[in-house]
């Protein structure tokens, strides 16, 4: 058998595996049902699987099994084993129910993305994209380790059902510790802002089907750790965590979606919206959070209901768009947004169901994504008679975030599909690669998903109903009932159709004039359509006191200024989140090769240094 096809049976296995046990504890709640004692208590394996487990489990059995087929006839063997192994460690993270395991299996995880991310490791701006995932996976990792230990502590048991049922008991400075620490470990994995600079780094970088993973399965892996953290191990929750985690997520939604807009790579503007949507989740969870802190369980369980919802329509649609992506830069050889155009006409399959992914990311009816937003939206507006002044201020504020992110996010969707698919070919292609798209297994990947993104949007219900159930048991109480849910996205998607179907029958009926586009008097080109970067120039300017854009003139004169040869121009935004990261890791690569000297290989030196360890350790624990 070979290395794909093996990589491929143990992707479909894991998915397999995940949808068996959601599907168990759907229906009979959490179970335990595995656990391995070590040499010390802290040390025991526990595992499980948990009702707040289960959306999680469906977003990575569902998109597993789309990777899987896409991995059949694309990307490199060692990626689609890799990506097999990717997906049974987050498997292991969802069903830990200990201290030891989740960390075990977290760090299983990171290793094996972090090789994923490194797949072309020839390239010096991979190693540099890989430096800094690890640099932000440990240093989340380290966070991640020190609240669990804290709350293990506290309760005298790595279990997690032990911790929960002591979780009560937690001092407030205690359970602020830790919540502050899960938001930093859990938030910097999941791509929160402004721990989120690994993410454009890391995607651009990693083979297409490894970024559908990272993107539609990691970054919701973290998220449950983040739900596990506030709603159980360190619950009750506080409005104080609500009020960090609305404003946190709408920062996150609306800077995401701000450099989303002004990016001219494919990749890189899809982990952007990643950082976008993300933020739409935790939106989600922190208006749960004030809801519960307020005695108000109707409220919290339409809020996370709404946030689990959009964790698996996310996983959804961004899986779709990643591997679409991939489909691209596989028959243009680049994710460059200015040198692509009219891929249409030879990409038949991905571009309607890349422009359904589109749709669904930028919350248009009739797709998943609109319900899921609508939802979110809905849980705010409800949130807005919860708690004190400031409270309500900062629900209505990250109303109008939510808002402005829906628009810009359309916008932006608009960009990419008429740039990449529509319009003619900017460059001329190798008659090898100017063939039309055939039917093969990552077609059919690409289709599950995009039949996904409609059956949820048309019938929205199918997963709202047993995630109502899910957060019902987590919070307590039953959502607020939304009447419109089953058919608004239906209702809305015909409404426009309508008015079309009926400008049509007026246009015919009139008659069209046709005539010949107009440019001066010279030759209609490729060259005369619009650009990714002329495209987000009205957006960039306005926003220009968030994005810094710096604009470039480049003339080539000739005989004369008055007539050039050519004029270039070129527009940059400063990311300067990233910049400041990248100053960190400057430093920490600094500070690293300094601590070589530490290496001195002697063996003297070293007992010395294990001599010193012991006397701290003892010194700490008198």
Not at 74 to 91: E, H, Q, T, V, Y
Not at 104 to 111: N, Q, T
Not at 442 to 471: D, K
Request: a positive charge; aromatic letters at 8%.
């Amino acid at each position: 058998m070979t290395l794909r096809v093996s990589g491929v049976a143990l992707t479909l296995g894991v998915a397999l595996l995940a949808a068996f046990l959601a599907a168990l504890s759907l229906a009979h709640g959490n179970l335990a049902f595995a656990s391995l004692h070590g040499p010390l208590p802290m040390l025991q394996l526990d595992f499980g699987v948990s009702r707040l487990a289960v959306p999680f489990l469906a977003v990575l059995a569902l998109l597993a099994t789309a990777v899987a087929l896409w991995s059949l006839r694309r990307g490199a063997p060692i990626d689609a084993a890799l990506i097999g192994l990717f997906a049974g460690a987050m498997l292991l993270v969802l069903i830990a129910q200990s201290v030891a395991s989740f960390f075990v299996a977290w760090e299983a995880m990171s290793l094996v993305s972090a090789f994923l991310v490194a797949a072309h490791h020839e390239q010096r701006r991979v190693r540099r994209a890989t430096f800094v995932y690890l640099a932000v996976a440990q240093t989340g990792a380290l966070c991640v380790l020190v609240a669990l230990a804290i709350l293990a502590l506290q309760a005298g048991s790595p279990s997690f059902a032990a911790i929960a049922h002591a979780a009560p008991a937690l001092s407030a400075a205690t359970r602020n510790a830790v919540f502050v620490l899960a938001l930093l470990g859990f938030g910097s994995k999941a791509g929160l802002l402004p721990l989120h600079f690994w993410l454009p780094r890391a995607h651009p970088v990693a083979p297409a089907n490894a970024s559908a993973m990272l993107s539609g399965a990691m970054l919701k892996v973290a998220l449950y750790g983040l739900c596990l953290v506030v709603f159980e191990l360190a619950a009750p929750a506080t409005a104080a965590w609500g009020v960090a985690l609305v404003l946190v997520g709408t920062a996150s939604a609306v800077g995401g979606v701000l450099y989303a807009l002004v990016d001219h790579d494919l990749k890189r503007l899809l982990a952007y919206h990643s950082v976008e949507n993300v933020g739409i989740i935790v939106i989600g969870i922190g208006v749960a959070v004030v809801g519960l802190a307020s005695g108000n369980a109707a409220v919290a369980a339409l809020a996370l209901t709404a946030a689990l919802f959009h964790t698996i329509n996310h996983g959804l649609f961004k899986g779709l768009l990643f591997l679409g992506a991939g489909t691209v830069i596989d028959a243009e050889g680049t994710a460059d947004l200015e040198r692509l155009g009219g891929v249409w006409a030879r990409l038949v399959w991905t571009a309607p169901l890349f422009l359904i992914g589109c749709a669904a990311i930028a919350g248009l009816p009739p797709f998943n994504g609109f319900a899921s937003e609508w939802m979110t939206f809905q849980s705010l507006v409800a949130g807005l008679h919860l708690g004190t002044l400031s409270v309500r201020l900062v629900l209505l504020a990250s109303i109008a975030g939510f808002a402005l992110t829906g628009g810009l996010a359309a916008a932006c969707f608009v960009k990419v599909f008429g740039v990449v698919f529509l319009g003619r070919a900017r460059r001329a292609l190798p008659p090898a690669t100017a063939a039309r798209e055939r039917v093969d297994a990552s077609t059919f990947g690409l289709g599950f998903l995009a039949a996904l993104c409609t059956l949820l949007g048309l019938a929205p219900m199918l997963a709202v109903a047993p995630l109502e159930r899910i957060a019902a048991g987590i919070v307590g109480g039953v959502p607020i009932a939304l009447p419109a849910l089953p058919t608004l996205p239906l209702t809305l998607a015909i409404v426009p159709l309508l008015g079309a179907v009926a400008a049509a029958v007026l246009a015919a009926r009139r008659g069209v004039r046709r005539v010949s586009t107009w440019t001066c008097g010279s030759p209609v080109t490729a060259a005369a359509q619009y650009t990714a970067t002329a495209f987000s120039k009205p957006l960039r300017t306005i926003f220009a006191f968030v994005l810094f854009p710096e604009r470039r003139r480049v003339l080539e004169a000739g005989t004369s200024p008055w007539f050039p040869l050519q004029i270039r121009y070129r527009t940059e935004s400063r990311y300067v989140i990233d910049e400041v990261a990248r100053r960190l890791s400057g430093a920490a690569l600094r500070l690293s090769r300094r601590t070589r000297a530490l290496q001195s290989g002697s063996l003297r030196l070293y007992v010395a240094y294990a001599l010193a360890a012991l006397v701290l350790a003892v010194a700490l624990a008198r």
